[in-house]
């Protein structure tokens, strides 16, 4: 009887085991947030009075940000003006102002070649309606020391895709540069 006794005390030492193990996969499976200690860069030794300092300086900082409007740039429309300034040769040129002479179309950067208009470097998209006011011409080549270019319009025919043969250069040259 005694080894009867013996083999029902390991199975019922075997069961709860297997029933913890049951119970702790799905514990596991089923738990939702993941249980391990968020990651600080702080020393356990900071004192409660710096972590509340801290908390409000987070706070003024957030209320800050959240009352500050956005100024958002608004493309000025009208005869047609842009400025840009001799800069370094790059693979962008910054505009330093624009009226532009249409609300929808592309600015771009030409090259001269023999005091003609040459291959196009690049352009980007404005739009009133989009609220697009570009800042600078990302080109697809850089300029080159010492040469001149020539900053021109383009219109837009809709589809929103520059295409030299849909959209229309206005014949005008609304600024020159010389890279240095």
């Known amino acids: 009887m005694a080894a009867e006794e013996q083999q029902d005390g390991q199975k019922t030492l075997v069961a709860f085991i297997v029933g913890l193990l049951i ?3 799905i514990v596991w499976a089923f738990g939702g947030d993941d249980a391990t200690a968020p990651v600080s860069d702080r020393t356990t030794t900071e004192s409660s009075t710096e972590k509340n300092t801290k908390s409000n ?13 956005v100024i958002t740039p608004v493309l000025q429309v009208g005869e047609g003006a842009v400025v ?5 040769a790059a693979n962008t040129i ?6 532009y002479p249409v609300s929808e179309g592309w600015i ?15 352009v980007v998209r404005f739009s009133e309606s989009q609220g697009l006011v570009p800042n600078e011409i990302i080109l697809q080549r850089s300029t080159t020391a010492g040469n001149r ?21 206005i ?8 890279a240095q």
């Open 23 to 25: 119970g702790g996969m």
């Open 57 to 69: 300086e987070e706070v003024e900082d957030k209320t800050v940000s959240e009352t500050e409007s």
């Open 84 to 88: 840009v300034a001799d800069q370094k």
């Open 94 to 99: 910054a505009l330093e102002s624009a009226i």
């Open 108 to 122: 771009g950067v030409r090259e001269y070649n023999n005091d003609q208009l040459g291959f196009i470097l690049g």
């Open 149 to 169: 270019y020539a900053i021109v319009v383009f219109t837009e025919n809709g589809d929103f895709m520059f295409n030299l043969a849909n959209d229309v250069q």
């Open 171 to 178: 014949d005008q040259i609304f600024d020159t540069f010389v």
